[in-house]
T-cell receptor, first 112, second 116 residues
Framework: QKEVEQDPGPLSVPEGAIVSLNCTYS??????FMWYRQYSRKGPELLMY????GNKEDGRFTAQVDKSSKYISLFIRDSQPSDSATYLC????????????FGKGTTLSVSS | GAVVSQHPSWVICKSGTSVKIECRSL??????MFWYRQFPKQSLMLMAT?????????EQGVEKDKFLINHASLTLSTLTVTSAHPEDSSFYIC????????????FGPGTRLTVT
């Protein structure tokens, strides 16, 4: 079993839809959870960053972490064509210098 | 926001030559930088972790003599692909961890390497 599992998709939705992206993980030591957005042939861009369990909202984006279920989600409201990209979840333990463990990424396409 | 640059953004080289890729944190100090490789439609695969002033730590299966990493300052790390072969063609991305916010990583724009 991989440490972080993420359905690669692709996921296609119409403009304005609510998008739900998810990752599961196996290592209960993970404390910090991130979502990155990557456009084609570009480096990943940090979207959301959450510590431990709970919700975090930033504009149209909401990140949720459920540590009891080892499950994290990213919700995108009112999706736009510009949201079309690959979304990568990433997580790390509570130790400085520890590398991020990434999911495979989910490719999202929002059609106008 | 934190900015990480990479140079070059795209390079083509002949088989057997060496290529150096630079990664710079522009507005923050990075005690740790990471080098990733990404093949088409695949996720990022960590190659090595680089701490300023010390030797890099390589992931299993990554040849340290082929992928030379130098992290000489708090804002610069370099990856040199030695004796490149076509199978080394990939997208190489660095990230830097802010010294003051150790759990966040900021990624560079990536370098596309094509070995002919």
């Amino acid at each position: 079993q991989k440490e972080v599992e993420q359905d690669p998709g692709p996921l296609s939705v119409p403009e304005g839809a609510i998008v739900s992206l998810n990752c599961t993980y196996s290592n209960s030591a993970f404390q910090y959870f991130m979502w990155y957005r990557q456009y084609s042939r570009k480096g990943p861009e940090l979207l959301m960053y959450t510590y431990s369990s709970g919700n975090k909202e930033d504009g149209r984006f909401t990140a949720q972490v459920d540590k009891s279920s080892k499950y994290i989600s990213l919700f995108i409201r009112d999706s736009q064509p510009s949201d079309s990209a690959t979304y990568l979840c990433a997580m790390t333990r509570n130790q400085a210098g520890t590398a991020l463990i990434f999911g495979k990424g989910t490719t999202l396409s929002v059609s106008s | 926001g934190a900015v990480v640059s990479q140079h070059p953004s795209w390079v083509i080289c002949k088989s057997g030559t060496s290529v150096k890729i630079e990664c710079r944190s522009l507005d923050f100090q990075a005690t740790t930088m990471f080098w990733y490789r990404q093949f088409p439609k695949q996720s990022l695969m960590l190659m090595a972790t680089s701490n300023e002033g010390s030797k890099a730590t390589y992931e299993q299966g990554v040849e340290k003599d082929k992928f030379l990493i130098n992290h000489a300052s708090l804002t610069l790390s370099t990856l040199t692909v030695t004796s490149a072969h076509p199978e080394d063609s990939s997208f190489y991305i660095c990230s830097a961890r802010d010294r003051l916010a150790t759990h966040e990583q900021y990624f560079g724009p990536g370098t596309r390497l094509t070995v002919t």
